[in-house]
Each structure stands twice: as structure tokens, then as C-alpha cells.
């Protein structure tokens, strides 16, 4: 079963990644551009077939390293 | 309008950074975690409302700055 992990910086959190990426563009010449946030996916190939359990174990997983709880948010999606 | 830009390294390119993840949830006592891949989102607010010209405004960001060709991949999903 395949998890894919959505981290991103809770909304208020200061995401100076983002603010970097958004002056880069501008300086490109990419107008229009009001804001950029920035975050990161994770790829997990389980073994686990069942989706309850990999959903509670992926879970578990965030909440011990894979996010910041304090100033992250994440989104869980499984593919069987 | 907003746009999501997922970007993941090629298949075949080394991810020491999912590896390191891997090992860490090794470590933690997660079993059966058969692969980790890391990657990137970008979130971006855009001023522009035509989903043809906002498209092709995202794909020449990712070509130009957001993604390195030669070894990542990326996806655009627009939202108006």
C-alpha cells in the first residue's frame, strides 16, 4: 500500500522558503504571484494491506517525526 | 487562483533524504516501510483568473526555477 504525506507550515506560521521563492519569481518577471507557501510530500511504499491499520500507522508516524505538530499540518492519502 | 505544484525526483534518482527518513522510522520501531520518497509542494496564490494562461504562466515557473528538469518531475493542479 502506498501513503502519501502532505506537510505544510500551519496558516500564520512565517514561511521564509515561500517568501524566497516568491521574491525569486518576481525577479524573474513572474507578476501576479500574491503568495507563496511552501511544504513537503512524502512517498511511504507500505507492506501493510489493510487501510485502517496503515492509515493509524502513518498517522503515528507523522505525529513522531515526520511533522512538526507545534507549526505544521499534515494530510494523510492512501492508494492500495 | 491557486496552484499546487508537486515536485518529486525522477524514478531512479537517489533520495538520501527519503532514505534518512526511512532509517529514522526504522529506528523508531515503524517495520515494514519498504521505500520513503521526499518532495516538495509549492502552494501559489496567483492574481491571474484564466486557467489556460495561469497554467502555462506555472509551467514556465517550474521550467525556470521551481524544479530542476534534469532530475525532478512536477505536477500543477490548478483550483480557481
Known amino acids: 500500500m ?3 504525506i ?3 507550515l500551519k496558516n500564520g506560521v512565517l514561511d521564509p522558503q515561500g517568501k ?3 521574491h525569486a519569481l518576481g525577479s524573474l518577471g513572474f507578476d501576479g504571484v500574491n ?3 511552501q511544504g513537503k ?3 511511504l511504499e507500505l507492506a501493510e494491506t489493510d487501510t485502517e491499520a496503515a492509515r493509524s500507522s502513518v498517522d503515528e508516524m507523522c505525529r513522531k517525526l515526520l511533522a512538526n505538530m507545534v507549526i505544521e499540518n499534515y494530510t494523510i492519502e492512501l492508494e492500495s
Open 2 to 4: 502506498k501513503a502519501r
Open 35 to 37: 503568495e507563496v507557501r
Open 20 to 22: 524566497a521563492v516568491q
Open 41 to 43: 510530500i512524502i512517498e
Open 6 to 8: 502532505h506537510v505544510m
